[in-house]
């Protein structure tokens, strides 16, 4: 008879996992709740929740500014604009506003990787305004 894994054994085992894809979740629901409850589920959803409102209200802005200092871009400015607002974005999170709510440093994600998270999603989204830009043209 094959040896069955318990649930709870199972459930331990995940939960390191879980821990690591769902880490940047967690580091920002530890700002609401304490480190053991940011790790549980309603933690994990509540850092998520927060994370795609900040994305989405980010991608708004960096819409609005995309439309106020051009009309017409073409792919590559509109893809080094989106890099410098990943950029931007990256040093006002992690280094203004971070340290004023007592976020913790990028230490358990690494710098190196924040940045690099923030520079892919400035740079979606400036080629995503770019196609929108050339489907509406």
Do not use: C, D, K
Request: aromatic share 8%; charged share 5%; hydrophobic share 55%.
């Amino acid at each position: 008879m094959p040896m069955l894994i318990e649930p709870p054994q199972l459930l331990s085992m995940l939960v390191p996992l879980m821990r690591g894809v769902f880490l940047v979740p967690s580091l920002i629901a530890e700002l609401l709740v304490s480190h053991e409850s940011a790790g549980s589920a309603i933690g994990i959803i509540t850092g998520l929740g927060i994370h795609m409102m900040l994305g989405a209200f980010y991608g708004i802005v960096f819409a609005a500014l995309y439309t106020l200092i051009t009309r017409r871009n073409g792919l590559s400015e509109s893809l080094l604009l989106g890099l410098g607002y990943g950029f931007a974005l990256w040093v006002v999170n992690f280094l203004a506003i971070g340290p004023i709510i007592g976020a913790p440093p990028t230490v358990e994600v690494g710098a190196g990787t924040a940045i690099r998270l923030h520079l892919i999603f400035g740079s979606v989204a400036g080629i995503y305004l770019f196609l929108l830009q050339s489907e509406n043209a």
